[in-house]
C-alpha cells in the first residue's frame, strides 16, 4: 500500500447533541495510540492537535428545538478550513467529537475536490441516515444533520454555502438501522445509495461496497468516509450514545476497512460519536484504531492479539 503522510486533527465538538462527552474523543484516540499505529505500518504521522471553533456570530433557526446552533456554526466553519488545508498536504483523520463535525469536514474536502476539479464521493458508515435539517429535526441535535447540509437540502442558511453540494449519486450509507418517517421520506426518489442491515443480512456487506467503489473510480473521484462508533455493534463499541442493537460484526467492520485500503480511493477520514466516557477499559477506542490501521494497509494476517 502506498504510504501516506497522515494528519491526525482533534475534532473536540459536543454541541450536535445533548449527551456530552464527546468532546474527549481526540485525546481517547491519542491514549489508544492511533499515531504509533499508522507510524508502524509506515505511514508518516502528524497531530497537529486539536481545532477550536471560529468565532461565533449571533445566527438563528425557525425550529425551536434545535440547540447549539451558533457554536456547531462555528465548528463546522473552523473545521471546513482546515479539512481544506489538511487535504492538500496529506490524508486527513479528523478525530472526534460528535457527527455534526461532518458538517465542517465534508465541506472543506468538497471545497478542495472542487479546486482539483475532481467530484468527491461519501461513504457514511452509520446506523442513521443523518438527513435531517435544522429545520425538520425534531430532536434538535444537529449530529443529524450532516448529510442533508452535504446534499443541498434546504435549512441550512445558518451555515457557510456548501462550496460544491455532493451530488445524491456520489453518497453511499451503510450499515442503516435507525431511519425516521420525515427521512424515509427524503430517500424515496433519492439516488443516494442507503443499504440497511437487512439487506447486508441478505447479500453481504462486500457487494454494495464493490459497487460504490467501482463508481468512484470511474469518474476519478476523491472519497472521503465517515465512521461513526454506532456503525458497530454495541456489544462490540458500547462507547456510544446512540446505540442501536444490530450492527456491523467485527469482522464485517474490518472487511469494509481492507476494502476501502485496497481500492487506494479514500482521501480522508471521520471518526465520529466516541464518547469515552460510556467505553469499558478503551475497548471502543481501541477497535476505531484497528479499524483505521486496516484502512491504512493492516490486514488480517497482521493483526495483534489484544487483551483488556
Same mark, same amino acid.
Given at each position: 500500500?502506498?504510504?501516506?503522510?497522515?494528519?491526525?486533527?482533534?475534532?473536540?465538538?459536543?454541541?450536535?447533541?445533548?449527551?456530552?462527552?464527546?468532546?474527549?474523543?481526540?485525546?481517547? $484516540?491519542?491514549?489508544?495510540?492511533?499515531?504509533?499505529?499508522?507510524?508502524?505500518?509506515?505511514?508518516?504521522?502528524?497531530?497537529?492537535?486539536?481545532?477550536?471553533?471560529?468565532?461565533?456570530?449571533?445566527?438563528?433557526?425557525?425550529?425551536?428545538?434545535?440547540?447549539?446552533?451558533?457554536?456547531?456554526?462555528?465548528?463546522?466553519?473552523?473545521?471546513?478550513?482546515?479539512?481544506?488545508?489538511?487535504?492538500?498536504?496529506?490524508?486527513?483523520?479528523?478525530?472526534?467529537?460528535?457527527?455534526?463535525?461532518?458538517?465542517?469536514?465534508?465541506?472543506?474536502?468538497?471545497? $478542495?475536490?472542487?479546486?482539483?476539479?475532481?467530484?468527491?464521493?461519501?461513504?457514511?458508515?452509520?446506523?442513521?441516515?443523518?438527513?435531517?435539517?435544522?429545520?425538520?429535526?425534531?430532536?434538535?441535535?444537529?449530529?443529524?444533520?450532516?448529510?442533508? $447540509?452535504?446534499?443541498?437540502?434546504?435549512?441550512?442558511?445558518?451555515?457557510?454555502?456548501?462550496?460544491?453540494?455532493?451530488?445524491?449519486?456520489?453518497?453511499?450509507?451503510?450499515?442503516?438501522?435507525?431511519?425516521?418517517?420525515?427521512?424515509?421520506?427524503?430517500?424515496?426518489?433519492?439516488?443516494?445509495?442507503?443499504?440497511?442491515?437487512?439487506?447486508?443480512?441478505?447479500?453481504?456487506?462486500?457487494?454494495?461496497?464493490?459497487?460504490?467503489?467501482?463508481?468512484?473510480?470511474?469518474?476519478?473521484?476523491?472519497?472521503?468516509?465517515?465512521?461513526?462508533?454506532?456503525?458497530?455493534?454495541?456489544?462490540?463499541?458500547?462507547?456510544?450514545?446512540?446505540?442501536?442493537?444490530?450492527?456491523?460484526?467485527?469482522?464485517?467492520?474490518?472487511?469494509?476497512?481492507?476494502?476501502?485500503?485496497?481500492?487506494?480511493?479514500?482521501?480522508?477520514?471521520?471518526?465520529?460519536?466516541?464518547?469515552?466516557?460510556?467505553?469499558?477499559?478503551?475497548?471502543?477506542?481501541?477497535?476505531?484504531?484497528?479499524?483505521?490501521?486496516?484502512?491504512?494497509?493492516?490486514?488480517?494476517?497482521?493483526?495483534?492479539?489484544?487483551?483488556?
Amino acid at each position: 500500500m502506498e504510504k501516506r503522510n497522515c494528519l491526525l486533527i482533534g475534532a473536540p465538538v459536543d454541541t450536535g447533541k445533548k449527551r456530552k462527552g464527546c468532546m474527549m474523543g481526540p485525546d481517547a $484516540y491519542r491514549t489508544a495510540e492511533l499515531a504509533e499505529t499508522l507510524e508502524a505500518l509506515g505511514h508518516s504521522v502528524s497531530d497537529v492537535g486539536n481545532i477550536v471553533p471560529a468565532t461565533g456570530r449571533n445566527v438563528s433557526c425557525a425550529n425551536p428545538l434545535v440547540h447549539s446552533l451558533s457554536e456547531t456554526v462555528a465548528w463546522a466553519e473552523a473545521l471546513a478550513a482546515a479539512g481544506k488545508d489538511a487535504a492538500a498536504r496529506g490524508f486527513a483523520i479528523f478525530m472526534g467529537g460528535d457527527h455534526s463535525l461532518s458538517l465542517g469536514t465534508v465541506a472543506g474536502m468538497a471545497a $478542495y475536490a472542487a479546486d482539483r476539479g475532481r467530484p468527491l464521493f461519501v461513504l457514511w458508515l452509520d446506523a442513521h441516515t443523518d438527513l435531517h435539517t435544522p429545520l425538520t429535526t425534531d430532536s434538535g441535535n444537529l449530529h443529524g444533520t450532516p448529510l442533508g $447540509y452535504v446534499a443541498g437540502a434546504d435549512g441550512f442558511d445558518a451555515f457557510p454555502p456548501m462550496p460544491k453540494v455532493v451530488p445524491a449519486a456520489n453518497i453511499c450509507m451503510i450499515g442503516l438501522r435507525s431511519v425516521d418517517g420525515a427521512e424515509k421520506a427524503m430517500l424515496k426518489d433519492s439516488a443516494m445509495s442507503a443499504v440497511d442491515m437487512r439487506a447486508i443480512d441478505e447479500h453481504g456487506i462486500a457487494k454494495p461496497l464493490s459497487d460504490f467503489l467501482k463508481s468512484v473510480a470511474a469518474a476519478n473521484g476523491l472519497l472521503h468516509v465517515s465512521l461513526d462508533v454506532d456503525f458497530l455493534d454495541p456489544a462490540i463499541a458500547p462507547a456510544v450514545g446512540t446505540t442501536v442493537p444490530g450492527g456491523a460484526t467485527f469482522r464485517e467492520a474490518h472487511l469494509v476497512m481492507e476494502m476501502l485500503g485496497d481500492s487506494g480511493l479514500v482521501t480522508s477520514l471521520d471518526l465520529v460519536e466516541l464518547n469515552p466516557f460510556l467505553d469499558e477499559r478503551g475497548r471502543t477506542a481501541s477497535l476505531m484504531v484497528d479499524l483505521t490501521a486496516s484502512l491504512l494497509g493492516r490486514r488480517v494476517f497482521d493483526r495483534p492479539t489484544q487483551s483488556f
